[in-house]
């Protein structure tokens, strides 16, 4: 489903991905745990194309890229395939919970408004905020506008959804709502890279954790093999420090 080989990313002369090779099945939930710092966030940016990348192959379904001779029709299919969550939601202030999940199935995928309003109301159903539909960011609490976040990723269909620590700007109270709807989406066999520091969640929804350090995967496995029995040092050290 998603092959990435070779993959490096340099910002000036500080080398931040150095060789990634990493696959992900078609449904299988992915979990990037590692040090701040390591690239993780980077990795994720580069496979939507947020960064891009120096050199690698990234192949998406029916789409297989060589970085160095990436076209635009290229980079828009990428992002067609693909679509993140970030830390923070950046919702649209002036528009309401259901504009902003439909925003970009009218505007990007020009889809008309009835048909991306059906779809928008089925979101606001899987992620628990039928009754939110008409409310302003605002008026929602930071779970909520995050769940809202999730359902505007989930809205274009993509092939993968990459989160990057969806939950760390939410207080402790709010993190588990968020933990849920993505575990649902799990259990819908939505193929899914998530980065995160809740080792909890980590452990209950990955299928497979990755462990980053310093720009490069140093050991992926089972949640019970990385947590119970790490081979890298390295892992094992981090695991020290958050467990
Ligand atoms: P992580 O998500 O694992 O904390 P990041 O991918 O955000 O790590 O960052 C990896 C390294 O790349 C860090 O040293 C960071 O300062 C650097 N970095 C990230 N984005 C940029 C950028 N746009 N310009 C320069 N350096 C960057
Ligand atoms: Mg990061």
């Not at 960011?137 to 092939?159: C, D, F, T, V, Y």
């Amino acid at each position: 489903m998603i092959k990435i080989e070779g993959l490096y990313k340099s910002f000036d002369n500080l080398k931040v991905l150095k060789e990634i090779n990493l696959e992900i099945n078609k449904g299988e939930v992915v979990v990037i745990i590692g040090p701040s710092g390591t690239g993780k966030s980077t990795l994720l940016r580069c496979i939507n194309y947020l960064e891009e990348p120096d050199e690698g192959m990234i192949d998406i379904g029916d789409l297989k890229v060589n970085i160095e001779e990436m076209t635009k029709y290229d980079i828009h299919k990428l992002r067609r395939k693909t679509s993140m969550v970030f830390q923070t939601y950046n919702l649209f202030k002036n528009k309401t919970a259901l504009e902003n999940i439909i925003e970009a199935l009218v505007v990007v995928k020009k889809m008309n408004k009835e048909e991306a309003k059906e779809i928008g109301l089925n979101i606001l159903e899987q992620i628990g905020l039928s009754d939110k539909r008409d409310s302003y960011p605002s008026q929602l609490s930071g779970g909520q506008k995050q769940r809202i976040g999730i359902g505007r990723a989930m809205a274009m269909n993509p092939e993968v959804m990459l989160f990057d620590e969806p939950t760390s700007s939410l207080d402790p109270e709010l993190v588990g709502e968020v933990l849920e709807v993505i575990k649902s989406l799990a259990k819908e066999d939505m193929t899914m890279l998530i980065v995160t520091h809740e080792m909890g969640f980590a452990n209950e929804a990955a299928d497979r954790i990755v462990f980053m350090d310093n720009g490069r995967i140093v050991e992926q496995d089972t949640p019970k093999k990385i947590f119970n029995n790490p081979q890298n040092p390295r892992t094992m050290q981090f695991l020290e420090t958050v467990l």
